[in-house]
């Protein structure tokens, strides 16, 4: 199952859910994998506190050019559709942020003049997450005689920890993590989504959460989703951000649900919205100080307080009941 | 004439409730909403559209199936993954009877077994990136090329003075060069009408939108909140900030949610050579006056109105220590 996490705007409590509904979904003993693709503000990892056990730099290819070999016929600078390589004078110039490495240049250019080299524009990192937090996993250290637990043993499980299948029974549940991160003063985060998303698991719960907004980096992280929550709150720019929201992500043909948080504040645009637009409403979650204070410190919230853990289990459970009513295998499937 | 940008790393901070008080407070300013992906501004300012423009953004291709031979080369050129094949139904002539798709999965690798079947190519509009080649090189000319409306952007009249703002299209990029379109207009505006400062509501994260923010600014107002998210996320815009080379001023709303936090990130924004610009109370005003479509400093006198004010008399002193 994918499930994607978005909203209309950052601040709404988007992570919180995809990083509540990934441990309750690891708690039940399900392969879950986490991935933010929030690329450019991943926050995850605050919460979810994984090892990270691997990074991998995302690179895409840009134009050098061999003024050597260059006749300044210009066509480079004809295909190219942002504006990235240009000429002044007789001279190519290439603007690496500009680039979309499309390949379109070398493609065109007649002499070869131009070659590919990789340019860096973030990593993607991966880790293991704990789950047990300290009683269950420093239990299970303890055994083996490490005091804490450094790098070696967990070095060991990461192995063969993406293809590691939870056997019946075991009590070590294994739950992983992938994070997308821009580097600072890059502008595009689309290829380091592009790369993130790659960690969908086969098999197993993998949850994205996706950046905020409405536009292409969104639509990279939902697109291939089987299930997207959309988290807004009852105010009226949660109001305003969910309608634009749900305008956009309706296009991708993915069943949705609604979750309010903070609910209690505001007012009712929200309810009436989903209800006229039929959006299931899959929780409402009460703006309460406690919850804001367990958030603030960055725990996660179904760990420390059980009536929460509650409404993010039954939540889950409406959208695997949803999903199953869903005819599987439709057309949607393109972007795999 | 001065830009004056509030942004925040993530969005829900309270940024566009300050923003607008700014303007309430500064009685004259040209505002300037640069959070197009998720504009909110418009709902406390009300404003009246004056003027209107299509945003012309990037381009989409479309393959004509009729036209495609199958032939494959643009899936192979595409480097977004944008196109796939899929086996179609043909009549007699080979023109196109209905669209048995198969679903872009099927691989398309057994190729034309039967005589009624033909393999065609479709983009996948939402993966497209827009960048031409596929249909520069297509043998058949079967891909179409078009510029797309992306957007629209607007300039109006509030009870504050005039504003900039815009619309993207739902799914739409080049969120970066609204940005910038809007920025630019905010700035022709006060040129014209002889307006000594932009406040612009800028865009949250740290990519191509809040670049575009942040560009050519004389003073930004970073607003943060006291959790351990705002810590990391304020890290990095500072480093963002920094490498613009621009004046930055950091506030913690809601402070009081946790003050513990609100000071590390005091600390951190100190550290990292930023002005403390003060802190806000968290105060359901900001959402009432949300609901009655004001900005917090008109619609109430309490502790966040009067937060915002002491921070807006801060700015200003700033911003004349900038001369
Ligand atoms: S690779 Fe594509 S985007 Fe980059 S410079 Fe060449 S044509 Fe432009
Ligand atoms: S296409 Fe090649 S030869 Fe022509 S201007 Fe560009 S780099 Fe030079
Ligand atoms: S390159 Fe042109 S003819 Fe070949 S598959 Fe693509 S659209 Fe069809
Ligand atoms: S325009 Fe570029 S991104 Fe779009 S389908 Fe063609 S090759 Fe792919």
């Known amino acids: ?336 | 004439m001065k830009e004056f940008v509030v942004i925040s790393g993530k969005g829900g901070t309270g940024k566009t409730s300050i923003a607008a008080s700014f303007v309430a407070l500064s009685g004259h300013v040209v505002m300037a909403d640069c959070d197009v992906d998720a504009a909110d501004l418009h709902i406390l300012l009300s404003p009246k559209i004056k003027h209107k423009e299509t945003f012309i953004g990037g381009g989409l291709a479309t393959i004509d199936p009729d036209l495609c031979t199958g032939c494959g080369d643009c899936e192979k050129l595409c480097r977004f993954d944008a196109i796939s094949p899929m086996k179609v139904a043909v009549d007699g002539k080979g023109a196109i009877d209905s669209g048995v798709g198969t679903g872009g999965s099927a691989g398309g690798g057994e190729g034309i077994a039967r005589k009624e079947e033909k393999l065609i190519y479709f983009v996948d509009k939402f993966a497209c990136d827009g960048c031409g080649v596929c249909a520069y090189f297509c043998p058949a000319n079967a891909i179409a090329f078009e510029e797309q409306e992306n957007g629209e952007w607007y300039i109006s009249e509030t009870r504050f003075g005039p504003m900039v703002h815009a619309k993207l299209h739902a799914g739409a990029e080049n969120s970066g060069k609204l940005v910038t379109i809007v920025k630019n207009e905010a700035r022709k505006v006060a040129d014209v009408e002889d307006i000594g400062m932009v406040i612009v509501d800028g865009s949250p994260g740290i990519g191509c939108p809040v670049i575009s923010s942040v560009t050519g600014a004389d003073l930004v107002l970073v607003v943060t909140e006291p959790t351990k998210s705002g810590v990391h996320d304020l890290e990095r815009v500072l480093e963002l900030t920094r490498f613009f080379n621009v004046k930055t001023m950091v506030t913690v709303n809601r402070f009081d949610i946790n003050e513990e936090i609100t000071e590390r990130i005091e600390e951190k924004a100190r550290e990292n050579g930023a002005v403390l610009a003060g802190r806000i109370h968290y105060d359901p005003a900001v959402v009432e006056a949300q609901i009655e479509k004001k900005t917090v400093v008109e619609y109430s006198d309490g502790t966040a109105s009067q937060d915002i004010k002491g921070i807006w008399d801060f700015v200003k002193y700033q911003m004349e220590e900038e001369e």
């Open chain 1, 1 to 336: 199952m994918k499930l994607a996490i978005a909203s209309g705007k950052g601040g709404t409590g988007k992570t919180t859910f995809a990083v509540n509904i990934a441990y309750v979904s690891a708690m039940r003993g399900e392969r879950t994998r986490y991935i933010d693709c929030d690329v450019e503000e991943p926050n995850g990892h605050i919460f979810l506190q994984p090892h990270i056990t691997d990074s991998v730099p995302v690179a895409i290819p840009i134009p050098e050019v061999d003024e050597a070999l260059c006749t300044s016929c210009g066509e480079c600078k004809r295909i190219c559709q942002y504006s990235a390589i240009t000429m002044i004078l007789d001279k190519v110039i290439v603007f690496p942020e500009l680039c979309h490495g499309c390949g379109g240049c070398a493609l065109v250019c007649p002499t070869n003049a131009i070659s590919e080299v990789p340019r860096e524009m973030g990593v993607i990192e991966k880790g293991i997450i704990h789950l047990a937090g300290s009683d269950g996993a420093s239990s299970a250290q303890s055994a083996s005689g490490d005091a804490i637990d450094d790098s070696n043993p967990v070095q060991e499980q990461t192995e063969t920890m993406p293809v590691v299948d939870l056997q019946a029974g075991t009590e070590k549940v294994f739950f992983d993590f992938v994070q997308g991160k821009m580097n600072i003063k890059e502008s595009l985060a689309v290829p380091i989504i592009r790369k993130a998303k790659e960690y969908v698991l086969d098999e197993g719960v993998s949850i994205v959460d996706a950046p905020p907004g409405t536009s292409c980096p969104v639509i990279e992280s939902v697109r291939g989703a089987d299930f997207l929550i959309l988290v807004t709150e009852p105010t009226p720019f949660g109001f305003n951000d969910l309608k634009l929201a749900v305008e956009t992500l309706e296009q991708l043909d993915i069943p949705m649900g609604i979750v309010i948080n903070r609910y209690g504040m505001g007012n009712e645009e929200v309810e009436k919205f989903c209800s006229e637009r039929g959006l299931p409403i899959l929780g409402r979650f009460p703006f309460e100080r406690r919850i804001a204070e367990v958030y603030s410190r960055g725990e996660i919230l179904s760990r420390e307080l059980p009536d929460y853990r509650e409404m993010i289990e039954s939540l889950l459970d409406d959208v695997i009941a949803m999903l199953s009513r869903q005819p599987s295998g439709g057309k949607r499937g393109v972007g795999d």
